[in-house]
T-cell receptor
Framework: GAGVSQSPSNKVTEKGKDVELRCDPI?????LYWYRQSLGQGLEFLIY????????KSGLPSDRFSAERTGGSVSTLTIQRTQQEDSAVYLC?????????????FGPGTRLTVT | GEDVEQSLFLSVREGDSSVINCTYT??????LYWYKQEPGAGLQLLTY?????DMKQDQRLTVLLNKKDKHLSLRIADTQTGDSAIYFC???????????FGSGTRLSIRP
């Protein structure tokens, strides 16, 4: 009965480096979402996966951001050439679309700090 | 466009009712949510309401929806110290689609 897990929980990186953030959704959940929460702000949608395909990637802020999902399970969000404005908490959520998909279950997030 | 707005802070006395308000702009929103975020904890769905409803009650929580004014509120009766958290109003067009969140209202409880 594990929930959504994310790794690492914290990441400090230098400006210009690439980072990979990982999300393990709840087993069997077909839908997976990435959001970003900047300090003092609400959650900003980044990308949505249904299975391994991404029907909505409208929230990715630039082409430095990409994400993939393999085996209908684990997803990786990659940020290339990180900038200071990328500093935020990156949240992953999953839902069971076959069961209606109404509730998105959120992971604890990865706090990314770009120095 | 899609936008959800809510006030940033609310302070209430323990035992009083808390009312958190929210407005949204997208008239095609089908689902409206209230999420709770406690310090050090993940985001948790508190309650939701379909756009064809105008009220939903769940124990101490009452959600009111005025679809004409695109106004959503969350009332917490008998507010307790454990209710201290950030409350996010959110909307989506369909289940399993992306959720648009407000900036969150930080609720603090006075003794």
């Amino acid at each position: 009965g594990a929930g959504v897990s994310q790794s690492p929980s914290n990441k400090v990186t230098e400006k210009g480096k690439d980072v990979e953030l990982r999300c393990d959704p709840i087993s069997g959940h077909t839908a997976l979402y990435w959001y970003r929460q900047s300090l003092g702000q609400g959650l900003e949608f980044l990308i949505y996966f249904q299975g391994n395909s991404a029907p909505d990637k409208s929230g990715l802020p630039s082409d430095r951001f990409s994400a993939e999902r393999t085996g209908g399970s684990v997803s990786t969000l990659t940020i290339q050439r990180t900038q200071q404005e990328d500093s935020a908490v990156y949240l992953c959520a999953s839902s069971d679309r076959l069961a209606g998909g109404l509730e998105q279950y959120f992971g604890p997030g990865t706090r990314l700090t770009v120095t | 466009g899609e936008d959800v707005e809510q006030s940033l802070f609310l302070s209430v006395r323990e035992g009083d009712s808390s009312v958190i308000n929210c407005t949204y702009t997208d008239s095609s929103s089908t689902y409206l949510y209230w999420y709770k975020q406690e310090p050090g904890a993940g985001l948790q769905l508190l309650t939701y309401i379909f756009s064809n409803m105008d009220m939903k009650q769940d124990q101490r929580l009452t959600v009111l929806l005025n679809k004409k004014d695109k106004h959503l509120s969350l009332r917490i009766a008998d507010t307790q110290t454990g209710d201290s958290a950030i409350y996010f109003c959110a909307e989506s067009k369909s289940s399993a689609s992306k959720i648009i969140f407000g900036s969150g209202t930080r609720l603090s409880i006075r003794p």
